[in-house]
């Protein structure tokens, strides 16, 4: 049985700790089982981080130590009957994932073909073969022929799917749907384009991992136009989580031959994605001298069109 004073030692207020001791105790007793369903329930809630990790530290409080940390999620039986890999298991009539992992080992082109294929990748024109190996198996090319923009699968979903849910530590559940994630792509890409860059410029980001590193980068894949077999556009991500200042960012752009900078200047999150475009978020590169950094006071309007082209 779950406790009220054991959730609250746990780092819980004593109402939290009250109700989610009387959630937990009409769960299953097993604990993986009991994590499993207390994680949904969690997400569900929207609660905090520090909710999450008091309540798994509880469930957990006397498993084997030995044995290493329990998962912190594991799948559901409804999520497995419904993956791509389970589909495609059925597709070839295999009865176990160990048959779906032996059939892959023997038949890799075909494997990689149909899970392409499964998954939705979209090109913008076909690929020649899966692999060649021509050059040796130390070197293959995946995908020759092939030109893609991984953006054009990225919002190949509905509108209103989620397409990011995230959680800060101390922040509640968040969602963005394809539709709400696209239109803010679309106004990183079409800013950049405005700014006077273009496909093959490279553009270092030095931000924290969050919804908007998502975006941001999404944002400059898109600009780049279509990708040739399994190179994107020229990016290059860091990620320090603290804002470097005007000479770092120099620097940083200076060593990865980079035209521009993205940085968080306010070393915290953008912020609200519908006024990301209006942030002094991004530093440019004079191609004479990539040492001298110029803040891009105001940003030209973005075009907010549904798609460049």
Avoid at 42 to 71: C, K, T
Avoid at 146 to 153: F, K, L, V
Avoid at 160 to 177: K, N, V
Avoid at 226 to 249: I, K, V
């Amino acid at each position: 049985m779950t406790t009220k004073q054991s959730l609250i030692q746990s780092g819980l207020t004593p109402d939290k700790a009250q109700y989610w001791a009387k959630h937990l105790d009409g769960l299953p007793s097993v604990p993986a089982v009991r994590w499993q369903q207390a994680g949904a329930a969690l997400l569900q809630a929207g609660e905090p981080f520090a909710v999450h990790r008091a309540v798994y530290q509880e469930i957990f409080s006397h498993a084997n130590a030995d044995a290493g940390p329990p998962a912190a999620w594991s799948p559901a039986p409804g999520d497995i009957a419904t993956a791509n890999i389970t589909q495609l298991q059925q597709q070839l009539g295999l009865d176990s994932s160990e048959a779906l992992h032996r059939w892959s080992v023997t038949n890799r082109n075909e494997f990689w073909a149909r899970a392409i294929e499964l998954v939705g990748v979209r090109f913008r024109q076909p690929y020649d073969a899966v692999v060649d190996a021509a050059s040796g198996i130390e070197t293959p090319r995946w995908l020759p022929g092939a030109e893609m923009n991984i953006t054009d699968s990225c919002f190949a979903h509905a509108p209103e799917a989620p397409a990011i849910i995230f959680q800060g530590e101390d922040g509640p559940l968040q969602s963005w749907t394809v539709a709400e994630l696209e239109a803010l792509v679309n106004r990183v890409a079409n800013g950049l384009a405005a700014m006077g860059l273009a496909a093959g410029d490279a553009i270092a980001v030095d931000m924290p991992m969050t919804a908007e590193s998502v975006a941001i980068y999404l944002g400059i894949i898109k600009m780049g136009g279509a990708c040739y077999g399994a190179t994107l556009a020229g990016c290059t991500a860091l990620s320090s989580g603290r804002a470097p200042s005007r000479r770092q960012a120099g620097g940083m752009c200076e060593l990865f031959k980079a035209r521009a900078c993205i940085i968080d200047v306010r070393g915290a999150e953008i912020g609200a994605h519908r006024t990301i475009s209006q942030r002094r978020t991004l530093f440019r590169v004079s191609r004479a001298n990539p040492k001298e950094v110029l803040t891009e006071r105001r940003p030209p309007r973005p075009n907010l069109r549904k798609e460049r082209r």
